[in-house]
């Protein structure tokens, strides 16, 4: 069945450092790939996404790389801030699923 | 703020009764999702509605069940309640079948006792 997982619950970065977070997925028909932002008492919230004809894409401060020979998904930060504590998601959609699947999570903590 | 409300933010009830959530999606959104988040778990999709028609199911319990009104907005009705159901249970729109961009409200925190 479909699932997305993460390689690590948590990660601790020094401010200013740059953080990457990994995600792995299993089904190969996906078609887009989504990073979330969640922070403590808050819904998910969209960062950026990456379509599966691509293997990169920046946004502000961050760039999602997408490796599909190996089904490995990440989203890099650059110079870290504070205001970047939270957890992170990744999540898939194939095309005509519909349905967005998230995996685990992967919990930033900035440290001064 | 995502545009997309929730009611209520918090419910606390006991074992065996029914509650019904409540969602207006972003003006606009045709689509709803509904999403379950247990302690420190992931979001498991429940359903997915476009324009009051359902358009994918998850792992959503037949004592669970949703709608989506012509007004767009969307009720998750959950019965027979076990302690295990209590988790945050997330709403989310976007604008068309497939959208990547979903955005998410606030949350239900419901808490069963």
């Known amino acids: 069945g479909e699932s997305v997982g993460l390689h690590l619950p948590t990660l601790s970065v020094q401010e200013g450092d740059n953080s990457i977070i990994n995600c792995a997925y299993s089904?190969?028909?996906?078609?887009?790939f989504i990073w979330y932002k969640q922070e403590s008492g808050k819904g998910p919230q969209f960062i950026i996404d990456?379509?599966?004809?691509?293997d990169k894409r920046q946004g502000q401060r961050v760039t999602v790389l997408l490796n599909k020979t190996v089904k490995h998904l990440s989203l890099q930060i650059a110079a870290t801030q504070p205001g970047d504590s939270a957890v992170y998601f990744c999540?898939?959609?194939?095309?005509?699923?519909?349905?967005?699947?998230f995996g685990q999570g992967t919990r930033l903590t900035i440290n001064p | 703020d995502s545009g997309v409300t929730q009611t209520p933010k918090h419910l606390i009830t006991a074992t065996g009764q029914r509650v019904t959530l409540r969602c207006s999606p972003r003006s606009g959104d045709l689509s709803v999702y509904w999403y379950q988040q247990s302690l420190d778990q992931g979001l498991q999709f429940l359903i997915q509605?476009?324009?009051?028609?359902?358009?994918a199911k998850g792992n959503i319990l037949e004592r669970f069940s949703a709608q989506q009104f012509p007004d767009l907005h969307s009720e998750l009705n959950l019965s027979s309640l076990e302690l295990g159901d209590s988790a945050l249970y997330f709403c989310a729109s976007s604008g068309g079948r497939l959208n990547t961009e979903a955005f998410f409200g606030q949350g239900t925190r419901l808490t069963v006792v």
């Open positions: 509605y476009y324009n009051g028609e359902e358009r």
């Open positions: 990456i379509r599966s004809n691509m």
């Open positions: 999540a898939e959609i194939g095309w005509g699923a519909q349905k967005l699947v």
């Open positions: 089904n190969s028909a996906s078609d887009y």
